[in-house]
T-cell receptor, first 117, second 113 residues
Framework: DTGVSQDPRHKITKRGQNVTFRCDPISEHNRLYWYRQTLGQGPEFLTYFQNEAQLEKSRLLSDRFSAERPKGSFSTLEIQRTEQGDSAMYLC???????????????FGQGTRLTVV | AQSVAQPEDQVNVAEGNPLTVKCTYSVSGNPYLFWYVQYPNRGLQFLLKYITGDNLVKGSYGFEAEFNKSQTSFHLKKPSALVSDSALYFCAVRDMKGGKLIFGQGTELSVKP
């Protein structure tokens, strides 16, 4: 297993276009998280899945954002009608969930850097 | 609400000297605390965690952290800094309900030869 992978690594898009990012978690991890990181800031939580169920969404996640995790494997994050303020690094992380999961660390992908022009 | 603060935006250290990157937390109940490192244009790499037990936690690359309940702190330390330690360091606390991490704003560590 090569860890958490994200695709693409970089995306430049014009304002108003839709973009979709993919995350492949570590295979035995049932929890998958999306974070957004802007320059000079720590990552901010967007949403998370346990298996295929989306269990929590941040208020940062406007109605232009949607995330899915079909079959509890990979996940996609879509941003519709992108705005310049969406420019950021989008990070995906996975971890074990449940009782044991509370004490285990999350593993992060290398992120997708989005630039909206 | 749970939160983490990293009071220093930047820490400068000479190679070979000890380093400390500070972190304080605010949680209800017992905290689960983590340190991650981020190199330019990369994701976050796990360094170490405190869950319970010994207050001094040892992690990757020679880093350690000291949990201090009375001061609500979890400072990252290394006895002898390397130039290759230069990076962005994040302290985080785990939200016990859903498991998400709540991060500090980060501290940029610069180690000069």
């Amino acid at each position: 297993d090569t860890g958490v992978s994200q695709d693409p690594r970089h995306k430049i898009t014009k304002r108003g276009q839709n973009v979709t990012f993919r995350c492949d978690p570590i295979s035995e991890h049932n929890r998958l998280y999306w974070y957004r990181q802007t320059l000079g800031q720590g990552p901010e939580f967007l949403t998370y899945f346990q298996n295929e169920a989306q269990l929590e969404k941040s208020r940062l996640l406007s109605d232009r954002f949607s995330a899915e995790r079909p079959k509890g494997s990979f996940s996609t994050l879509e941003i519709q009608r992108t705005e310049q303020g969406d420019s950021a690094m989008y990070l995906c992380a996975s971890s074990l969930g449940g009782g044991q999961g509370a004490t285990t660390e999350a593993f992060f992908g290398q992120g997708t850097r989005l630039t909206v022009v | 609400a749970q939160s983490v603060a990293q009071p220093e935006d930047q820490v400068n250290v000479a190679e070979g000297n000890p380093l400390t990157v500070k972190c304080t937390y605010s949680v209800s109940g017992n905290p689960y605390l983590f340190w991650y490192v981020q190199y330019p244009n990369r994701g976050l790499q796990f360094l170490l965690k405190y869950i319970t037990g010994d207050n001094l936690v040892k992690g990757s690359y020679g880093f350690e952290a000291e949990f201090n309940k009375s001061q609500t702190s979890f400072h990252l330390k290394k006895p002898s800094a390397l130039v290759s330690d230069s990076a962005l360091y994040f302290c985080a606390v785990r939200d016990m309900k859903g498991g998400k991490l709540i991060f500090g704003q980060g501290t940029e560590l610069s180690v000069k030869p």
